[in-house]
């Protein structure tokens, strides 16, 4: 279990913000550790699987992001969290390291201690093209839409210059992936 230092006073907290920490592979849970033993407050969501061991199916904990560690702290000090063995570098710009947004970061934390089943999900933005693929309409392309609270593949058939919407359960539908062949792409083309 990780040893933990007193975080830092309320004095010194007005300059920190939350910021994504990118670890090396397998590192999350040894760099959340260290980071607690600096008393930097951090956060490692994790979710739970069951995995089939050669005796036994055992329980394991996994990270919802693999790579990264959430910490907070101030910018400018930053150095003590770069020190931290495994960490490879703090996401961010030329200009710095860009905190996250703290309601986003809380809804995750609510999120993970619910207790109710969690596990990562491909990210999904209106706009993103994506492709069904459960029931009837397996394999179909389309561009993911809003409307009001539920969420609809639109499908175009480009020539004529129509489409349709089509609202669809958003466990049926993944990103599709940017390796597409030309040739795929072509057969595709007027979805």
Request: glycine share 6%; net charge positive; charged share 25%.
């Amino acid at each position: 279990m990780c040893k933990s230092r007193p975080l830092i006073g309320p004095t010194e907290q007005h300059m920190e913000h939350w910021y994504a920490v990118r670890v090396r592979s397998n590192a999350e849970k040894r760099v959340q550790c260290a980071l607690r033993s600096r008393g930097v407050e951090e956060f490692l969501p994790l979710y739970h699987r069951v995995s089939r061991w050669s005796d036994r199916p055992k329980r394991i904990d996994l990270p919802l992001f693999p790579g990264y560690v959430f910490g907070k702290f101030d910018a400018a000090h930053r150095l003590p969290v770069l020190m931290v063995p495994g960490v490879v570098h703090i996401l961010g710009s030329s200009a710095g390291p860009i905190a996250i947004n703290e309601e986003e970061l809380t809804a995750f934390r609510r999120s993970v201690e619910s207790g109710l089943p969690i596990m990562p999900w491909p990210f999904l933005a209106v706009g993103d093209r994506v492709v069904v693929h459960n029931g009837a309409l397996a394999g179909l392309e389309g561009i993911l839409v809003r409307l009001r609270d539920n969420l609809r593949i639109v499908v175009s058939v480009n020539l004529l210059q129509r489409s349709v919407a089509l609202e669809l359960d958003r466990s049926w539908i993944s990103p599709v992936t940017p390796h597409r062949t030309a040739a795929g792409a072509a057969s595709r083309r007027l979805v």
